[in-house]
T-cell receptor, first 116, second 114 residues
Framework: KAGVTQTPRYLIKTRGQQVTLSCSPISGHRSVSWYQQTPGQGLQFLFEYFSETQRNKGNFPGRFSGRQFSNSRSEMNVSTLELGDSALYLC???????????????FGPGTRLTVL | DAKTTQPTSMDCAEGRAANLPCNHSTISGNEYVYWYRQIHSQGPQYIIHGLKNNETNEMASLIITEDRKSSTLILPHATLRDTAVYYCIASPPYSGAGSYQLTFGKGTKLSVIP
């Protein structure tokens, strides 16, 4: 089974621009979460989507947004980019089934965003 | 989620067992211990999880103390490819009733030495 895929893998933008990152979850997985990883702050949770609805949100400004499509694929958008937005953006998917005794998240390779 | 404490870094000789400790003294009864690892600039990789009993899979073994206040991840025969940052996370299991969010700490940087 294919893993979580993220596109693009690398991106360079300038301050003030906006960016859209894409994530395709593992086939059959219905929950998609996004994380930001920086050297200073480590891995931080951005938000989680399930059934095209944002279900949980971390402590990030409104410039960070996302959406999920009916096929569970997800995108995240960052508007008005700042230098501090340079980071590795990670997407993770989980199966999300009420019959499961246990579930966990499986991460993609990430998108490396550099803001100049 | 319960807070976890791990050593900042560890070295291990190639071919030897790597034993990575984790303290989670405030873990609650319904929280699992998860281990992930992250090889440089890649996404975190799930390794193993446990609640009370020791667990083993094709990647590693997880030893949880009887009081559940600490655990040890064991890589039985470390290779150079095991060089990574290892994260220990204590979190409630997915319940199907709500969203799922992992809280990562700083982790342990394991260096496997030839």
């Amino acid at each position: 089974k294919a893993g979580v895929t993220q596109t693009p893998r690398y991106l360079i933008k300038t301050r003030g621009q906006q960016v859209t990152l894409s994530c395709s979850p593992i086939s059959g997985h219905r929950s998609v979460s996004w994380y930001q990883q920086t050297p200073g702050q480590g891995l931080q949770f951005l938000f989680e989507y399930f059934s095209e609805t944002q279900r949980n949100k971390g402590n990030f400004p409104g410039r960070f947004s996302g959406r999920q499509f009916s096929n569970s694929r997800s995108e995240m958008n960052v508007s008005t980019l700042e230098l501090g937005d340079s980071a590795l953006y990670l997407c993770a998917s989980s199966l999300e089934g009420t019959e499961l005794p246990f579930d966990t998240q499986y991460f993609g390779p990430g998108t490396r965003l550099t803001v100049l | 989620d319960a807070k976890t404490t791990q050593p900042t870094s560890m070295d291990c000789a190639e071919g030897r067992a790597a034993n990575l400790p984790c303290n989670h003294s405030t873990i609650s009864g319904n929280e699992y211990v998860y281990w992930y690892r992250q090889i440089h600039s890649q996404g975190p990789q799930y390794i193993i999880h446990g609640l009370k009993n020791n667990e083993t899979n094709e990647m590693a073994s997880l030893i949880i103390t009887e009081d559940r206040k600490s655990s040890t991840l064991i890589l039985p025969h470390a290779t150079l490819r095991d060089t990574a940052v290892y994260y220990c996370i204590a979190s409630p299991p997915y319940s199907g009733a709500g969203s799922y969010q992992l809280t990562f700490g700083k982790g342990t940087k394991l260096s496997v030495i030839p």
